[in-house]
């Protein structure tokens, strides 16, 4: 069984403990961990001592009840663990005396109230330069949100094990270097800024993904991402990023509802019933890429809202040029050039000049970038039926269909195969 990352906990325990276990995993997992991180310093020790506390929560809580908090007895199990191991340690390290003043607030401290802030105080933390860049963003979504190699991999492009690796080596990092789990001074927030927010989306990159609904922790993924970033906005309110983060991020939560029709079917962005989208949401989207833009300080994010706001326009039917879609695009490689941004930039040359140009665009990339790559499979399979190279395109589609994680969407290429 898994709970909240926690893997191998005993399965024996009746339904409704295995239940409340799962919710307080998905509703407070990161933020117990944020806590306990915070006094301790050490992210694995913390991790350690969490999954023990649901182990004995499986063990105990069929014969004592479901404690009235539960997120309360499970910190505070953790908390004795986390003492219990630095009592029997021979090493006495620079936190002890952190360890014997939180002993002393065991009795006083409610435990149950992470608020959010800790959570964003822990984005910082694993923001922190000694740490590998590449460990970085995957390092806040297991620490913060209880995410494990395996569910998030794919927001990364890597391979589960060597996600799991980078992470291994960013905690040992984290342990040899001593860092300090301290929110980090004014001055140290816009260094660390563009990490937390790729977190922040990688996120929400990972619920947006679940399109078949399959895993409620990462169903609760996205609100938890709008969420934190909206925070940081009124932290950095000069920062106009955060504020191109949230636009992009609720131009596409306000399309959610029509990501599937009446009878499950998945339903991309040209095909949607603009009725079912959140309006609201959209419009708050829009103020959001306003104001950052009235800062005067271009960005990655606020030009991938850009993006997504035309799309969103156009489909509203308002005029929006194809070539102006394809100059975001540009703005956006010269700024932070990805495999996404080029396979997107291809669809859009596509629709701004032609099939044949879009097919062009993306042959000119390397083989081993996009080999994996499900979306750009997806993009040719539709460029080459448009010229009417069928057999190529079913092949095309072929490949998408394997390299898809969503049934809907396999289901969605094979109709468009076989059409």
């Known amino acids: 069984m ?23 995993a998905r509703q407070s997992y990161g933020r117990l961990v944020a806590i306990l991180s915070a006094r301790t310093r050490d992210i694995a ?36 663990r986390v003492l219990d191991a630095w009592r ?35 984005f910082f933390v694993c923001a922190h330069p000694a740490i590998d860049a590449a460990a970085r963003a995957p390092l806040m979504l297991q620490t913060v949100l209880g995410l494990d190699a395996a569910r998030m991999a794919g927001a990364f492009l890597v391979a589960p094990a060597t996600l799991g690796q980078r992470l291994v080596r960013a905690k040992a990092r984290i342990r040899a270097a001593r860092i300090p789990f301290e929110f980090p001074r004014a001055r140290d927030l816009p260094q660390r800024l563009q990490d937390v927010l790729d977190g922040i989306y990688a996120a929400y990159g990972t619920g947006w993904d679940d399109i078949d609904g399959a895993d409620s922790a990462q169903r609760g993924l996205t609100g938890e991402a709008i969420d934190l970033c909206r925070i940081l906005c009124g932290l950095m309110p000069r920062e106009p990023e955060p504020l191109g983060l949230l636009a992009l991020m609720l131009f596409c939560e306000s399309r959610a509802a029509a990501r599937r029709s009446e009878d ?29 833009a009235s800062l005067g300080m271009a960005g990655a994010y606020q030009l991938e809202a850009a993006i997504q706001s035309a799309h969103c326009a156009r489909h509203l039917g308002a005029e929006v040029p194809a070539g102006a879609v394809v100059a975001l695009y540009d703005g956006l490689l010269a700024l932070r050039p990805s495999t996404g941004a080029r396979v997107s930039r291809a669809c859009a ?4 000049e032609g099939p044949a140009a879009g097919l062009q665009a993306l042959d000119a990339m390397a083989a081993n970038e996009v080999a994996s790559y499900q979306p750009f499979w997806a993009a040719r399979a539709h460029l080459l039926s448009a010229i009417g190279e069928c057999d190529a395109a079913r092949a095309a589609y072929a490949r998408a269909m394997g390299l898809a994680t969503s049934p809907a969407v396999r289901a969605h290429l094979a109709s468009e195969a076989e059409r």
């Open 2 to 24: 898994t709970v909240g990352g926690v893997d191998g906990v005993d399965g024996a325990a009746p339904p409704e403990v295995h239940e409340a276990a799962e919710r307080a």
């Open 45 to 80: 020790a913390s991790e350690d001592a969490l999954a023990d506390a649901f182990a004995r929560a499986l063990e105990r809580w069929p014969a004592e009840g479901i404690p009235r908090q539960p997120e309360a007895w499970l910190l505070a199990v953790a908390r004795h």
């Open 88 to 122: 029997h340690s021979r090493v006495q390290d620079e936190a002890s005396q952190t360890l014997l003043a939180l002993a002393d607030t065991f009795a006083a401290d409610s435990g149950g109230e992470a608020v959010p802030d800790e959570r964003l105080r822990l």
């Open 264 to 292: 499950g079917a998945y339903v991309p962005l040209d095909q949607q019933d603009s009725r079912r989208w959140d309006l609201a949401m959209h419009t708050q989207a829009e103020q959001a890429l306003r104001h950052a």
């Open 349 to 352: 040359l596509a629709r701004a």
